[in-house]
């Protein structure tokens, strides 16, 4: 069986893939959200052309074929399109062998644990406590995230007082038995960062993303060595040798690949698997309900280092509205704090074909 066709359906937030053999077998992948027009045309110059017309089953090996062959570009934009590849090709395996992805990797179909992940600055700390103890109480969810610092900001709040304030509110307001998760997105110095880690131990919080920025791996080590807290990150992070880095000297003590910018499911086991000979838990990153939060579904319910709990975007339509419609039937139903993985095959979802239809086409074909 032979790589025959690979179609992609593109609107500029998402861009998903649908892949062929000759022998008319198929899967859906989905490439990393923001800028998938880019992406898609990053897929059919750089990516199909080393695929189509090869053996379709060794994603491994394919997808090494396509990193060596595409060298001179290592970085973030081609493991954005691979990502794409990767998931069909395991959406594929998975109806072939009419299994879902999360048994085809050892793991059950079933409930997963989410943490409800604000994705918010522009809130203020009490509203985001309302809105925290909304979400409980309507859907049973007992760990939530909220933001600290401003995103990449030279050591600066969102407004001054913020980062202090919205620690103490978030403690005082929920239930005492709510897991507090925080993330900076690379905002702190190391100092102000264990100042301010100091603060989250003292008020309950568990998780601590993205202190310092995440290019100065010994700036969130220092993080690391010095607070009790859990630091965790590595959500961007997308090189091998990088992670190898990470988990080799300890740099966090959770690690977050995200599935979509580490080109697919295939490269991010590897990363998990690198965590988990060192013993270190592996909470992926998923910002948004388009596949990626379904293919970490998959990915944690059957990985040995899962951390505690799914990240679970709680943002709406007023903040993502290019997350509508993308499915048939809801994907992201949550019940007493959980979201269920089913046993349908694949990736267990149905692009909704209206939204295929608007999108723009592109297709490679084997000659
Ligand atoms: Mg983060």
């Known amino acids: 069986m032979k790589i025959k066709k690979l179609e992609t359906f593109t609107k500029s937030f998402v861009s998903f893939v649908k892949v062929t053999t000759n022998t008319d077998e198929f899967g859906y992948g989905q ?23 090869k053996p379709w089953d060794d994603f491994e090996d394919l997808e090494s074929f396509i990193l ?39 793991g059950d179909p079933g409930r997963l644990k989410i943490y409800g992940s604000s994705m918010k600055r522009d809130i203020t700390p009490q509203a985001e406590a309302d809105r925290f103890m909304r979400l409980q109480d309507s859907l049973g969810i007992k760990a939530f995230k909220y933001r600290i610092g401003a995103e990449c900001g030279r050591n600066e709040d969102e407004w001054p007082g913020r980062s202090e304030e919205i620690i103490r509110t978030i403690n005082k307001n929920v239930d005492v038995n709510t897991r507090k998760l925080v993330d900076a997105n690379s905002c702190f110095t190391p100092s102000r960062a264990i100042e301010l880690g100091l603060l989250l131990e003292e008020n309950g919080v568990t998780h601590y ?17 010095a607070l009790k807290i859990d630091v965790t990150g590595g959500e961007q992070d997308c090189d091998l040798r990088v992670w190898k880095d990470m ?36 909470t992926p990153h998923a910002a948004n309900l388009s596949l990626v939060t379904v293919c970490t579904m998959h990915f944690l319910k059957a990985i040995p280092n899962a951390g505690k709990y799914l990240e679970f975007s709680i943002e709406g339509d007023d903040y993502y509205p290019w997350q509508q419609n993308l499915f048939l039937d809801d994907p992201f139903s949550v019940k007493e704090g959980s979201v269920t993985i089913t046993d349908m095959p694949g990736w267990g979802v149905i692009i909704n074909p209206e939204w295929l239809e608007n999108s723009e086409y592109a297709v490679s074909e084997m000659q």
């Open 31 to 53: 490439m990393s959200t923001y800028h998938s027009d880019i992406t898609a045309q990053i897929f059919h110059k750089q990516i199909a052309p080393w695929v189509l017309g």
């Open 68 to 106: 060596e062959k595409e060298h001179k570009f290592p970085g973030s934009y081609v493991l954005r399109a691979m990502a794409g590849l990767d998931t069909a090709l395991w959406d594929m395996k998975g109806r072939i062998e009419k299994k879902p992805i999360v048994s085809l990797l050892g």
């Open 247 to 282: 988990i080799d000297r300890g740099i966090v003590n959770i690690i977050q690949p995200d599935i979509m910018y580490m080109g697919g499911l295939t490269r991010s086991l590897k990363v998990a698997k690198m965590a988990a000979d060192e013993g270190i838990p592996c």
């Open 209 to 225: 993303e993205e202190p310092c920025p995440y290019w100065e791996p010994n700036q969130t080590l220092e993080v690391t060595n």
